[in-house]
């Protein structure tokens, strides 16, 4: 498929790992030098600040979609031009799915959950069926996946659902794994009455 436009969803934390700054960084510069364009939550701290500085070291195109609230903190990246001011944090992450042709989870806390679980379950029943990378740096996600192990032990989480998720422990090839993606077939009342409760 096609992808030219990326959304990124990270920390507006560093994190305590040089690793982390150094993907996000390296994922922002790669976007730029394969012409996607970044589109992120629009903030000059943490891995977003980084993954940014990347893209914008590097000549690429970075559309930051940050609400209010963050303006008025101060929080918004100085250096991208292409700033959307939006009212809600809400209306910000329905932007940030909208807008982009694929999603890269790079390592965050709750808010980068929400982003991503937003998407999944949106895949999950059959609406704007996006690829996600989800980059496992340093294990930092293995957690997540024993989690989805047990909702898929405990029946609310069909196996093939996974595969709306591309797992990668580097940001290498990312790309060429989102280009490859291959929509699932959304949950339907069946699969839920037949006993596969997700």
Known sequence: MEISKVSVFCGARLGNSDKFREDAYTLGETLANENVELIYGGG??????????????AGGDVTGIIPTVLVDK????????????????????????????????????????????????????????????LVNTDG???????????????????????????KLDSIENVLDELKQFRPVAGRSREDIENGHHD
Do not use: C, W
């Open 44 to 57: 000059g701290l943490g891995l977003m600040g980084a993954v940014a500085n990347g893209a914008l070291d």
């Open 140 to 166: 930092y996600y293995d957690s997540l996946f024993d989690l989805f192990e047990s909702f898929i032990e405990n029946d609310f989480l069909e196996r093939r659902f996974l595969d709306l998720i591309i």
């Open 74 to 133: 101060e929080m918004a990246h100085p250096r991208v031009k292409n700033m959307k001011i939006v009212d809600t944090m809400s209306i910000r992450k329905d932007m940030l799915i909208d807008e982009a042709d694929a999603i890269i989870i790079l390592p965050g806390g709750a808010g980068t959950m929400e982003e991503f679980f937003q998407v999944f379950v949106g895949g999950q029943i059959g609406h704007a069926q996006k690829p996600i990378a």
